[in-house]
C-alpha cells in the first residue's frame, strides 16, 4: 500500500514537473524576435526546402499564429498547475511526516528549476 502511494505521489509530481518544465523550455526558445522550436520557420524552411519567396509568404502566418498559440499554451500549464496542486493538497494529509517533508523538497526543487528557466530566458533576451 505504501509503495502504490508513493509511486502515485512521485507520478503526480513528475507530471507537474514535465508539464510546467516543458512550458519553461518553450518559452525560453520562443523568446521575443524568435520562435518555438517545433513552429520556427527555420525548420519548415529546412523540411520543405522553401525558396526565398515561400519565406516571405509563409513569416506573416507564423507571426500570426505564434501568440495564439502561446496564449493557449499559457491557458494549459495553468489548468494543469491547478489540477496539480488540487491532487497534491488532497494527497498531502495521507502523507507521513517524511513525506510530507519529501514532498516539500520536491516542490521547492521543482520552484528552482522554474526560477532557474525564468533567469536564463531573461538574460538570454538581454
Do not use: C, Y
Amino acid at each position: 500500500m505504501k509503495q502504490t502511494m508513493k509511486r502515485n505521489i512521485l507520478a503526480v509530481v513528475a507530471a507537474g514537473a514535465i508539464a510546467l518544465g516543458g512550458f519553461a523550455v518553450v518559452q525560453a526558445q520562443a523568446g521575443p524576435g524568435g520562435h518555438g522550436h517545433a513552429f520556427g520557420l527555420q525548420g519548415i524552411t529546412k523540411q520543405l526546402d522553401l525558396t526565398s519567396d515561400q519565406q516571405t509568404k509563409v513569416q506573416p502566418i507564423l507571426d500570426a499564429a505564434k501568440p495564439q498559440l502561446a496564449a493557449i499554451h499559457q491557458e494549459a500549464m495553468q489548468k494543469a498547475k491547478g489540477v496539480i496542486d488540487s491532487s497534491l493538497s488532497q494527497i498531502r494529509p495521507l502523507l507521513t511526516a517524511d513525506q510530507q517533508k519529501k514532498l516539500d523538497a520536491v516542490q521547492k526543487a521543482h520552484q528552482d528549476m522554474m526560477n532557474a528557466h525564468k533567469e536564463l530566458h531573461d538574460a538570454m533576451q538581454q
